[in-house]
């Protein structure tokens, strides 16, 4: 029996994710100013660019992506998730960008197959 | 052979090491187009405390199933009831304040997640999200995408108001092949 190669290439790597994510969210939403009317494309090109970038990493896994993108007003947002997988092979990873007018917060987990 | 999963574990190991660290550091955005743009995006990664300390169990080889469909399917309204049910009776009465609120989302999440356990759905894994925050003139856009296999995966979502605080649960299901 072949030995395949696990472990390494098979991890949910953190780095490498949070990298493609920010190029993500400064593609799409960089220099703006919060926009009610262009904030739905926002969110899915946000999220359908960060999903495009991860499955050309061409590792087993499947991903989720959430985005939320939330005008400053003054008010406050919590979140939290509780995640229910193999701690060994998977992960995830948030990462929260600001500017003057706005803030988007972009969850990604990945689950190896 | 047993060498070679240990060394392989050990690199395991220092690789996530650096993950672990409740660690977060800050991004200045690059000068673009002659326009400095005033943003700031931080990445964080939480792990819990202690975990990394247990020996990392090598890699496990999974035999073959020969299963091409769970044999049950992810019962997904029963899981809409229990969000709604869930997020009813914790936030029914509730006012938005921030340190509350930190430790209600940090509660309800596990507390959804030990009740879709509870359904024993076999060979799936689970993921909750939620998020609580306060009502005030702000709009806000959540938004989700999911690379994955259509016809085993599947999500829950339900979104709960009061007059001053709102909340969404997203459970989403994974099926393990």
């Known amino acids: 029996m072949d030995e395949f190669q ?9 780095d490498e994710v949070s990298t493609i994510i920010k190029e993500s969210v400064e593609g799409a939403i960089g220099g703006n100013a919060y926009q009610h009317s262009r904030v739905n494309q926002w969110t899915t090109n946000v999220v359908e660019q960060s999903l495009s970038q991860l499955s050309k990493l061409g590792k087993p896994f499947k ?3 959430t985005c939320v ?3 400053k007003n003054g008010a406050g947002l919590q979140t939290a998730s509780s995640c229910f997988w193999d701690n060994t092979t998977d992960g995830s990873c948030t990462v929260r960008w600001g500017n003057k007018s706005m803030y988007c917060i972009v969850s990604v987990f990945g689950l190896a197959i | 052979m047993s060498d070679l999963a240990k060394e392989k574990a050990a690199r395991l190991l220092k690789k996530r090491g650096s993950v672990s660290s409740l660690g977060s550091h800050d991004v200045r955005a690059k000068e673009t187009g002659g326009k400095i743009k005033d943003s700031i995006s931080t990445v964080s990664y939480i792990d819990e405390p202690g975990h990394h300390d247990d020996n990392p169990r090598p890699a496990v080889q999974m035999e073959n199933t020969f299963q091409l469909a769970p044999l049950r399917r992810f019962p997904v309204l029963t899981v809409n ?3 709604k049910d869930v997020l009813d009776s914790y936030l029914q009465e509730e006012k938005y304040e921030a340190e509350l609120c930190r430790q209600m989302t940090k509660t309800i999440s596990e507390v959804i997640k030990a009740r879709v356990k509870d359904l024993m759905v076999p060979r799936y894994k689970i993921i909750v999200l939620i998020s609580i925050g306060q009502l005030s003139d702000q709009n806000m856009r959540i938004g989700s995408r999911c690379l994955w296999d259509s016809s085993n995966d599947t999500f829950s979502s339900h979104s709960f108001k009061n007059s001053s605080l709102f909340a969404v649960a997203n459970v989403y299901a994974v099926y393990f092949e």
Do not use: P, R, S
Not at chain 1, 6 to 14: D, H, I, L, P
């Open chain 1, 6 to 14: 696990t472990g390494e290439e098979t991890a949910f790597v953190v």
């Open chain 1, 63 to 65: 991903y989720i992506v």
């Open chain 1, 69 to 71: 993108i939330m005008q």
């Open chain 2, 81 to 83: 009831d229990i969000l």
